[in-house]
Nanobody, 124 residues
């Protein structure tokens, strides 16, 4: 089993930046793909960004491309999401996810492990 704990959410103004962190514990060597999803009120959970274990491949949703950057620090079992130029429409609960599959998927059901979520609120 793998446990994921997010941190770094908060309330900021449009145009500001935030960095989310996700610390993994347990059988972390079994993880090969990592991702961030988000869920806004009344909407489904959507893919934001993903990265392979060694950081060789990344993928971003079109809505965040050029503004968000996903990274991984395997020595510390932590993944990050650097979010710049934030917009009110980025407001959501952000979840980190991980899976033993080496393939980067964008679908919620493809990820076995999930964090509890961290709230990000962007005021206009």
């Amino acid at each position: 089993q793998v446990q994921l704990v997010e941190s770094g959410g908060g309330l900021v103004q449009a145009g500001d930046s935030l960095r989310l962190s996700c610390k993994a514990s347990g059988r972390t060597l079994t993880i090969y793909s990592k991702a961030w999803f988000r869920q806004a009120p009344g909407k489904g959970r959507e893919f934001v960004a993903g990265i392979t274990r060694r950081g060789g491949a990344t993928h971003y949703a079109d809505s965040v491309k050029g503004r968000f950057t996903i990274s991984t620090d395997n020595a510390n079992n932590t993944q990050y999401l650097q979010m710049n130029t934030l917009k009110p429409e980025d407001t959501a609960v952000y979840y980190c996810a991980a899976d033993p599959s080496p393939i980067l998927y964008t679908h919620v059901e493809r990820y076995r492990y999930w964090g509890q979520g961290t709230q990000v609120t962007i005021s206009s």
